[in-house]
């Protein structure tokens, strides 16, 4: 097996804080691939492993230098194209509430709207971050000749909503604004990377909303920053603490929940968030991406093609789909006492009976059948023929009185 894309040393692209007010977290880079001086025809397709997604110091995030030909584990382990010939998210509008989604990524030509800008900083359809983009192209990013990646549900149409301004920041009331944008536009699904510990009235009127009109909401967990050791419980994070919200956090290659206390986060659902890969906002290269907001884009993804696949499902149903379908391995995770799963998305998109009951609160665990004694095989064996022997003698006892009380019931004085 082909091993996976890793991202490097400065794996913090989208671990996204959220907190409203300060600059969206992202990975420091020491120049961004257009401060390079990098061209089209520079660009190579390699094995190599894609660069962190940069920040920015200056201008804005350019082309990445590598075209990843090998696809990521996250994209492996969901395997979105076996349920494609079923559902690639034809229909369905997903908006990305984040930093805007660049039309000029290669992968999602055609299929970014125009947007809707809530901060007044540009047009939604630019993206000088990368960051709404990346988000964006692990939702619906169309396959792309000399590129492994591709996007959940490639048929999906993106609706970017910008909510970061110029300075990086998320502005109060921002989060608010999005959702109501978003709902007005008619997604069917609206993704959020970003969050905050304390929600005002708006944007719990905007959740209502959306819910009202059968918007399909997805938001991150917090990616819980707090020093190790410390005994303190993660703040509630909104719009992801509302239970009318799928709040996702991430997993790594190896199954590892990436948040410290998934439970205490409120986790409804896990999905790949480290080491994963996406589109670079110009060009056909790819960035290193990492975060909750990361999972969520996954969750967004197969959310788009359940609603494409089953039209008539409420918002209620496919986020209860999507629960109910997650895997539960047996091992030391979850906890007895944790309903979350990771994503299955095969499986959500092709069960067929569900059943109204809640997610289980626990893995089943198959009891083993009691086993014999290996050290008494003498035994074992005299209590087998003595049972054989007692069953043989009661068949025989009941066929003689079968026959004799037929002969009985033949008789006639």
């Not at 089209?40 to 962190?52: L, W």
């Not at 206390?261 to 290193?288: F, K, Q």
């Amino acid at each position: 097996m082909t091993s996976p894309v890793r991202a490097r040393a400065v794996v913090a692209a989208l671990l996204i804080t959220g907190v409203v007010g300060a600059a969206p977290a992202v990975p420091a880079q020491a120049r961004t691939a257009a401060a390079t001086g990098r061209t089209a025809a520079e660009r190579t397709t390699t094995a190599a492993e894609p660069p962190a997604l940069p920040q920015v110091t200056g201008g804005c995030v350019g082309e990445s230098p590598t075209v990843a030909d090998t696809a990521p584990w996250a994209l492996r382990r969901m395997l979105p194209s076996a349920v494609w010939p079923l559902t690639r998210g034809r229909g369905v509008v997903v908006a990305v509430i984040d930093t805007g989604v660049s039309a000029g990524a290669t992968a999602l030509r055609g299929a970014v709207r125009r947007g809707t800008d809530v901060v007044g900083s540009g047009a939604a359809d630019r993206d000088c971050y990368g960051r709404g983009t990346a988000l964006a192209g692990i939702v619906a990013a169309r396959p792309v000749t000399g590129s492994a990646f591709v996007g959940v549900a490639p048929e999906a149409t993106i609706l970017p909503i910008r909510i970061v301004d110029g300075k990086g920041k998320v502005a109060p009331g921002a989060i608010a604004a999005g959702i109501r944008a978003a709902t007005a536009a008619k997604a069917d699904v609206i993704l959020l990377g970003v969050g905050t510990p304390a929600p005002d009235a708006e944007l719990r009127a905007a959740i209502r909303e959306a819910v009202t009109r059968d918007v399909v909401l997805v938001a991150s967990v917090s990616d819980d920053t707090r020093p190790a050791g410390t005994t303190q419980k993660p703040a509630p994070w909104y719009p992801a603490a509302h239970p009318d919200v799928l709040a996702v956090g991430g997993i790594d290659a190896k199954g590892v929940p990436t948040e410290k206390s998934p439970a205490e986060a409120g986790v409804d659902l896990l999905a790949p968030a480290a080491d994963a890969v996406s589109v670079a906002p110009r060009g056909d290269g790819h960035y290193a991406v990492a975060g909750p907001a990361v999972a969520a884009a996954y969750a967004a993804g197969a959310a788009a093609l359940i609603r494409a696949h089953y039209p008539k499902l409420s918002q209620a149903d496919v986020r209860h789909r999507l629960e109910l379908t997650a895997e539960h391995p047996l091992g030391s995770w979850p906890a007895p006492s944790v309903g979350y799963g990771t994503l299955d998305l095969y499986h959500a998109v092709t069960a067929l009976e569900l059943g109204r009951t809640p997610v289980p609160s626990q893995p089943q665990v198959l009891q083993p059948l009691p086993t014999a004694d290996p050290g008494e095989p003498t035994t074992l064996i005299a209590g087998s023929v003595a049972a054989g022997m007692v069953g043989l003698a009661g068949l025989a006892y009941l066929s003689a009185m079968t026959v004799k009380w037929g002969r009985r019931r033949r008789w006639r004085p």
